[in-house]
């Protein structure tokens, strides 16, 4: 604790002080308190803080501050923090301030809910729905004077301002109660019901199964997320002039989905899409992607298949979904001029004709070591003229009017300087070729309007 801030020491001192003298009415009112009742709702709080990655120690405090004084109720939640766990040393510092806080807190909303005429503290069936407000005013409070503790601590021992510390936890902290609150008072019904309490507790087993269930699916979420930014990152260290255009086409990409009324897993399969089109070039040897000279008929044909290998090494990851359509045909042309498979209009899957548009819109508004970024009106201008030949005009103004209302905040320059721009282009042209920039003259070579030019094809 000593190596803590005076401040901090003298908080977290305070804390306890203040949570010591809440306690002391329950303690010197003896037989009055419940301390049955109170010795097994500690108990349960504790084992609910035993369990790993399921946080159901809320509505047990709910209920302890419906069904005991405020005192009783800080008791419990002391003697739950006090074994809870603690990831951080100095551990009895923590578990000390911990319990500190939450018996604050659940003493606090004891003593609201009591404010209540129809909040009794023997509750039962006739008092509902009358007594569910309360119970979700106490569990509003309860959160709140936490967060707003724990605000204070990180104001005394990380030295943070006010705003900083409170913006965060506050608003955060209204949620919850909206969950646990009629958890809570549900335990507290069935506690003095004839089923007593071991009815009261098996409330509590829908809510951890709940939890268990979001807690996977988040930790599923930040796997998958966790997989494509290691392709991405591996994509981007082997072809360095084309770095950060992928999670750009991904942002592009979902930029057009919302405008066509696509939520959800597809929402999120397509910025997966975007994300990975070209997680095929990690197939494609090194020095094809990076040569300055112009390519051959057979290094162009090994270019020409990065879709190819990128489908084949998705395959087997399932969360993608339909991007894996996206990144097998992300280069195919409504006018059948497309590779790897030639097809034309409906045929090419949608997802596929989405990461089209955002790919060479990035690719165009991109500043690179090979070339210049163009201005958006004129990307957009080249996307129109190809519409209906390389892109779904549904798909382009779609775009339009996503960037109308939200910008686009366009690439900066990757690791060399922007003038020094090579003259050689060792990437074929396809169909559909920009206009040149105002400006400076543009280097030597057309710059196709899907990107696919320069450094290993379309970007």
């Known amino acids: 604790m000593w190596a803590l801030p005076a401040a901090a020491r003298a908080y977290i001192a305070c804390a306890v002080l203040a ?60 003697a739950a923090a ?41 509750p039962d069936a006739s008092d509902l729905p009358h007594a569910l407000v309360p119970a979700l005013a106490a569990g509003l409070v309860l959160v709140l004077v936490a967060a707003a503790l724990d605000g204070g601590v990180l104001v005394t021992a990380e030295g943070r301002s006010p705003r900083t510390a409170w913006r965060g936890p506050l608003p955060g902290a209204l949620v919850p109660p909206l969950a646990h609150a009629p958890t809570g008072l549900m335990m507290a019904l069935l506690w ?15 809510v951890s199964v709940s939890a268990w ?105 399932g969360f993608l979904d339909e991007a894996r359509t996206a990144i097998l045909h992300h280069h195919e042309r409504l006018d059948g001029s497309g590779y790897p498979y030639g097809l034309t209009g409906r045929q ?5 004709r989405v990461v089209a548009v955002a790919d060479a819109f990035d690719a165009m508004t991109s500043t690179r070591s090979y070339s210049r970024a163009r201005p958006v009106p004129v990307a957009l201008a080249e996307l129109h003229r190809c519409s209906g030949s390389h892109f779904d005009p549904r798909m382009v103004a779609a775009l339009v009017s996503a960037l109308d209302r939200h910008g686009w905040r366009a690439a900066g320059p990757p690791d060399c300087p922007e003038d020094a721009v090579p003259v050689s282009r060792n990437v074929p042209v396809d169909h559909c070729s920009v206009l040149a920039p105002p400006g400076p003259p543009a280097p030597p070579g057309p710059r196709a309007a899907d990107g696919s030019m320069d450094r290993g094809g379309p970007g």
């Open 19 to 78: 949570a010591a003298l809440c306690a002391v009415p329950a303690v010197r009112s003896g037989t009055a308190v419940p301390w049955g009742q109170v010795a097994l709702l500690a108990a349960v709080c504790a084992a609910c803080e035993r369990l790993p990655r399921t946080p159901v120690t809320l509505p047990v405090l709910i209920a302890s501050a419906v069904l005991l004084p405020p005192g009783a109720a800080g008791l419990v939640a002391a």
């Open 82 to 122: 006090l074994v809870g766990r603690v990831g951080r040393r100095p551990v009895w510092v923590r578990r000390l301030w911990h319990a500190a806080q939450f018996s604050l807190a659940t003493g606090a909303a004891s003593w609201l809910y009591g404010l209540s005429p129809a909040a009794p503290r023997v």
């Open 192 to 206: 003095h019901s004839p089923y007593g309490p071991p009815a009261a507790l098996l409330v509590l087993l829908p």
């Open 213 to 317: 269930v979001l807690d996977r699916c988040r930790r599923e979420r930040a796997a998958h997320q966790a997989t494509v930014r290691a392709l991405v990152q591996a994509v981007d260290l082997k072809d360095r002039y084309t770095r950060g255009h992928s999670e750009r086409v991904g942002r592009a990409s979902v930029l057009i989905a919302r405008e066509l009324g696509i939520t959800g897993d597809r929402l999120e399969a397509l910025r997966f899409a975007g994300t990975l089109h070209d997680v095929g070039k990690l197939a494609v040897p090194t020095k094809v992607l990076r040569k300055d000279g112009p390519l051959t008929p057979e290094e162009r044909r090994v270019i020409e298949l990065h879709p190819e290998y990128g489908h084949e090494m998705v395959r087997g990851i």
């Open 348 to 352: 090419i899957p949608e997802f596929a």
